[in-house]
C-alpha cells in the first residue's frame, strides 16, 4: 500500500507552529484620567473623614494631669464609636453602644473652651454624690478605690483636696486657683450634705494627677454630649514637655516639629507603645 499523506488542514485551515506564529500584539497602556484620579482622592478622603468622624480618631496628651496612668507626649487612638458620634452639621447623634461607667477614662470637648479636647476620669455620673475629704474621694457616701492615682504635695489646700468647699466660701476663693467664674456661680446650687450632685445628662470628671489637674472641681460638670470617645492605644509616646505639643503661631510649631526630628530615637519612650488603657 502506499503511505498515505498526512493531512496538513483541518477545517479548511492551515495547520500553524507556535514557531510558526507571529508575536503577540503589546497591550495598549491605559493612562488614568485627570476626573478619575481626582474621584480616587475624594473617595479616600471620605473614608479618612468618616474612620475619623465615627469610628477612631488620633489625640496627642499635651499636660500631665492624667499622670502616671497617661503621660504628656503620649499619642493616643481614640475609640469613638462606643458613644454614639455626631453627625456632621447637625445635632443628631448615632446610638451609644455603651454608657459611660465610673472611673473610666474618657476624651471630651472641654465645656468652657469646646474647641479643645480633655482626657480625665470619669468619677461620677448623673444622680451620684461626691465629695472630697483630705484628698480622699467619696460616691454616694463610699470610699473610692483608686490605685491610680498621684499626688505631688503633701499640702492640704481647699477645693482641690476638699470638695465641695462651704458655699459661703466659694466667693472667697483666689482665681489663682484656677476657679471659673461661671462655675463658682453654679456650683452652691449643687451642694447639699452629703456632697456635691452630679445632674442628669453630665459627669464629675477628674485627673489622675490630682494635685496637677484643672478638672470638674475647678470648671464644672460634662455634658455627656461633649464625650467625643475613650483612649484604646498608645500609637507613639514622644518625651517632650507641652510647650512642644501647645504652641502659639507657625514659628513656634516648626520649631517643636525640628526637634521632634531630631530626637525621634532618643526621645521616643518605645516601651510604651502600644499600651492599652
Request: glycine residues 6%; contains cysteine; aromatic residues 12%.
Amino acid at each position: 500500500m502506499e503511505p498515505v499523506e498526512k493531512n496538513t488542514q483541518e477545517n479548511g485551515l492551515p495547520e500553524t507552529t507556535p514557531a510558526a506564529a507571529g508575536p503577540a500584539p503589546a497591550k495598549a497602556v491605559r493612562h488614568e484620567s485627570a476626573w478619575e484620579t481626582v474621584r480616587s482622592l475624594i473617595v479616600i478622603l471620605l473614608g479618612v473623614i468618616c474612620f475619623r468622624t465615627f469610628i477612631a480618631e488620633a489625640t496627642v496628651i499635651p499636660t500631665g494631669s492624667m499622670e502616671k496612668t497617661i503621660m504628656v507626649g503620649d499619642h493616643v487612638f481614640l475609640d469613638k464609636l462606643l458613644y454614639g458620634p455626631s453627625l456632621p452639621f447637625t445635632s443628631l447623634r448615632i446610638p451609644a453602644l455603651k454608657q459611660v461607667k465610673r472611673q473610666e477614662i474618657v476624651a471630651f470637648r472641654y465645656p468652657v473652651n469646646p474647641s479643645l479636647m480633655f482626657v480625665k476620669r470619669v468619677i461620677g455620673v448623673g444622680g451620684d454624690s461626691v465629695r472630697i475629704e483630705n484628698k480622699r474621694v467619696f460616691v454616694n457616701g463610699r470610699p473610692l478605690d483608686e490605685p491610680y492615682v498621684q499626688y505631688q504635695y503633701v499640702s492640704r489646700m481647699p477645693l482641690r483636696d476638699d470638695f465641695p468647699p462651704s458655699p459661703n466660701l466659694i466667693d472667697t476663693m483666689p482665681a489663682a486657683w484656677g476657679l471659673d467664674p461661671a462655675w463658682a456661680r453654679k456650683m452652691p446650687s449643687f451642694i447639699e450634705k452629703d456632697g456635691l450632685h452630679v445632674p442628669q445628662g453630665y459627669l464629675f470628671c477628674m485627673g489622675d494627677n490630682r494635685d496637677n489637674s484643672l478638672d470638674s472641681r475647678f470648671w464644672g460638670f460634662v455634658p455627656l454630649e461633649n464625650v467625643v470617645g475613650e483612649p484604646l492605644f498608645i500609637y507613639w509616646s514622644y518625651e517632650a514637655p507641652t510647650g512642644v505639643w501647645v504652641t502659639d503661631g507657625i514659628q513656634e510649631w516648626v520649631k517643636s516639629e525640628l526637634s521632634i526630628a531630631r530626637h525621634f530615637i532618643s526621645k521616643t519612650r518605645w516601651p510604651r507603645i502600644g499600651k492599652t488603657f
